[in-house]
Structures are given as structure tokens and as C-alpha cells.
């Protein structure tokens, strides 16, 4: 059963940075995985933030292009997201999540099945 644990969240000033790791275990690594960042504010929909597939190519969200750069250290198993120029309203709960792709005729997306428990960014203005 995959683990996915989140850490370096915390509270900082607008413009501060920040840098986010999600550990993974309990899998033996394959490289037909997908792996992402999400976020969800308090009454607000949970949101794609930054996403690598199984090919190596990165996603971003347009309210967090240009700040937030995602990167995976397959060795040891890390997804981090380095946080920079950050804002107020990127004040969420970060979570890591994995999932292998799932094609179609059209394309694949990844089907997202582990999910981590979240780690607190707060941004004050």
C-alpha cells in the first residue's frame, strides 16, 4: 500500500518561499507513475497545482506559473514543490497525491489513487 507523506509547510510573509517534499513508500517504483500537487483553501474546491506524468512533463496551474516549480528525485522516492513569490492567496493545504495513467482514445490522464494527509502553507499579507 503506497504512503505519500507531506512536509515543509508553514507560515510566511507575501514574497517568502517555501519548499514542500512528499515522500512516497510501500510501492516498488515503476516508471508508469504520474504524481501532482494539489491545494484546497477553506470553502473552496480542491485544485490542481502542479502535476509531472509518466513521461516527465510538467504541469502547471496559470495562477502559479513562473512561482512554483515541481521536481521528483525518483532515487529516493521525493516529490517536492519549491514555492517561491508567494501570495496570500496561495494560503491552502498542500497535498501529494500518485496515480499511474490511464489512456484513452484521445490521450491518458492519471488516475490519482494515494493521497497524502496535507501540510499547511500560510501566506500573510
Known amino acids: 500500500q503506497v504512503q505519500l507523506v507531506e512536509s515543509g509547510g508553514g507560515s510566511v510573509q507575501s514574497g517568502g518561499s517555501l519548499r514542500l517534499s512528499c515522500t512516497a513508500s510501500?510501492?516498488?517504483?515503476?516508471?508508469?507513475?504520474?504524481m501532482g500537487w494539489f491545494r484546497q483553501a477553506p470553502g473552496k474546491e480542491r485544485e490542481r497545482v502542479a502535476i509531472?506524468?509518466?513521461?516527465?512533463?510538467?504541469t502547471y496551474a496559470d495562477s502559479v506559473k513562473g512561482r512554483f516549480t515541481v521536481f521528483q528525485d525518483k532515487a529516493k522516492n521525493i516529490l517536492a514543490l519549491q514555492l517561491n513569490s508567494l501570495k496570500p492567496e496561495d494560503t491552502a493545504m498542500y497535498y501529494c497525491?500518485?496515480?499511474?495513467?490511464?489512456?484513452?482514445?484521445?490521450?491518458?490522464?492519471?488516475?490519482?489513487?494515494?493521497w497524502g494527509q496535507g501540510t499547511q502553507v500560510t501566506v500573510s499579507s
Open positions: 510501500g510501492y516498488t517504483y515503476s516508471d508508469n507513475i504520474c
Open positions: 497525491a500518485q496515480g499511474v495513467p490511464a489512456y484513452y482514445s484521445g490521450g491518458y490522464y492519471c488516475a490519482y489513487n494515494s
Open positions: 509531472i506524468d509518466t513521461y516527465g512533463i510538467t
